[in-house]
């Protein structure tokens, strides 16, 4: 009786110290999450969750190596994005495995159970051939599936050199993981959303060409949600579908035009974002399932148009991200405004110019003339640089060239008006200082505080080949002499126009023989950049005595010109303009 006691004591014994263990076990087995836990709360970026997820994973395992790798659905592979413990070909080795469809198959398993997948041997369990096993040197494995909002996110694997015999324990700590790590990749990729929102904003916001903005667009809106493909759709004047935008590649048979009609995009009216999870019923010939989801383009006046992203697989997207690509939509509609409205600006100021530009010449007499005008380019807005020939009462020319400060339609506007207001004030009085003094005046009531005008103004004599000439802050123009060679500049002081009242303006007089060569240009010309070096009036002098012989005068102005643009960057707006005599024939 006694000893049944005594047995039946050391029963119970044993069953608490069972207990004992197992809560200290339990209670290890928390504490390890909760540290794992603690540390991937602090991380936000996605790549800085996983690098630190693989070194906290591989040593609360004990494991020698350990690696992260992300599934590529469209390309059926994983994509090794994080590793510690590989070094030279065994790294090589990883990274040439996982570009193959098959190369990761005991991650791929565990993926695709989504339950860890824990092998003590992975030959004598038969998942490894010996020599594959001493190649990979993985006698034993773990693989943690990591599913983020339901989807097939990637996975851990976890490398042991030597078989291991897993405990319950280690089988639940690694469910833990899998479960912490996937809640850290939820909240990684929130951080990310924001991120790439915040600079898809900065980035589209900057750009004017509506073309850029959308391509913009589309990228933003791929690299936000890991899409396959995404396209931008505007509104047709019909206001009953929603098209493509025709510089983009074309959409998937099906999906170049939105008939908002149709029941499916109704939400589209309503300002929703719509998810479709199996939208290759409506596409031509699909090669799989695949889903989508578009968000509308808010306009001022309505719907603008839609951003569309494609996914070569069946998926359902969590509510953020759904709600990031509404974002997203929101940000492109100022930005495809303010294109619009900036494309609007450059077509008046293009037709503006071209007429500053196109003027019917007068006969020159025994002169001839050429004219090169070249934008500064890239998204440069259209500058104020013009010239001007025309007839004057006495039956003199007047020759001019011009830049009004400032680009844009307005600036355009404001050439416009100078250019005609100096035709005026020259019709009646045709002297440059006369004509000069009243332009000044009338473009300081006329001009914004921050516009001016530079200007050379000359009146030819066609019959003797007389210049009188006057400047208004202008670049001196310059005279090839054909007798000698020489070449010499035109210097007339006088004040910039628009900016100070009252300004007197003085005015030189010259001729040109036989073929001389005048020209003028505006400062674009002598401020072509090449690092710190200005291009300069004197290489403008030498550039006009080392061709005035060999070209023509028309050929002169864009000989001149591209000498500038050989030395360096031509930064703004530049008109080089030409007026020859003719050498009489002997």
Known sequence: MVRHASEVERARLHELERMVDSLREDSELANALLGLSGALSEVRSLEQTIDLAVRMVNELMGADRCFAATWIPGQQRFQVTGQVGFEGAQLDQLYELA?????????????????PLIIGDTVTQGHLTMNDAKLRTSRAYVGLPLIRWGEEFGGIGLLFQEPRNFTPKDEALARGIARQVGVALANARQFNLLQTLRMFGEKVGSKLSLKEVVTGIVDGARELLSG??????????????????????????????????????????????VPITNIEDLIESPTGPMSAVIAPIPGSEGLLGGVLVLFDRSLTLGADDVEALSVLAAQSALAIENAQRFERQQRVA?????????????????????????????????????????????????????????????????????????????????????????????????????RFMTIMYAVMDPETNQ?????????????????????????????????????????????????????????????????????????????????????????LARRIYDDARDFGTVTDDTIVFTLGCKVSPK
Request: charged share 20%; proline share 5%; net charge negative.
């Open 99 to 115: 570009e193959l469809p098959d190369g990761l198959p005991l991650l791929r398993q565990a993926l695709t159970q989504r339950a």
């Open 228 to 273: 396959d493909a995404a396209w931008v759709y505007f509104l047709d004047s019909s206001s009953d579908s929603l098209v493509a935008a025709n510089h983009l590649e074309s959409p998937v048979p099906g999906l170049a035009r939105i008939d908002l009609t149709n029941e499916i995009w109704v939400g589209l009216r309503q300002g929703k974002a």
């Open 350 to 450: 293009r037709s503006l110019q071209d007429g500053l530009l196109t003027t019917e010449i007068p006969e020159m007499g025994s002169c001839t003339f050429g004219a090169v005008y070249e934008p500064a380019g890239g998204e440069a807005e259209i500058g104020g640089d013009f010239f001007d020939v025309f007839d004057l009462p006495d039956g003199r020319l007047a020759v001019v060239v011009g830049d009004v400060s400032g680009k844009g339609a307005e600036a355009a506007a404001q050439t416009a008006m100078a250019k005609y207001m100096l035709r005026a004030f020259a019709t009646r009085n045709a002297s440059p200082s006369s004509a000069l003094f009243h332009l000044n005046n009338a473009l300081l009531k006329s001009f914004p505080e921050d």
């Open 467 to 555: 210049f009188t000439i006057g400047s208004g802050g202008h670049p001196a123009p310059l005279v090839y002499r054909y007798a000698s060679s020489a070449v010499e500049a035109i210097e007339v002081s006088g004040s910039i126009l628009g900016a100070f009242e009252d300004q007197s303006y003085e005015q030189n007089v010259f001729e040109l023989s036989e073929g001389d060569v005048f020209v003028a240009y505006t400062d674009g010309l002598v401020e072509a950049r090449n690092g710190p070096k200005l291009y300069g009036r004197w290489r403008v002098e030498r550039s006009l005595g080392h061709h005035a012989s060999s070209y023509s005068v028309e050929d």
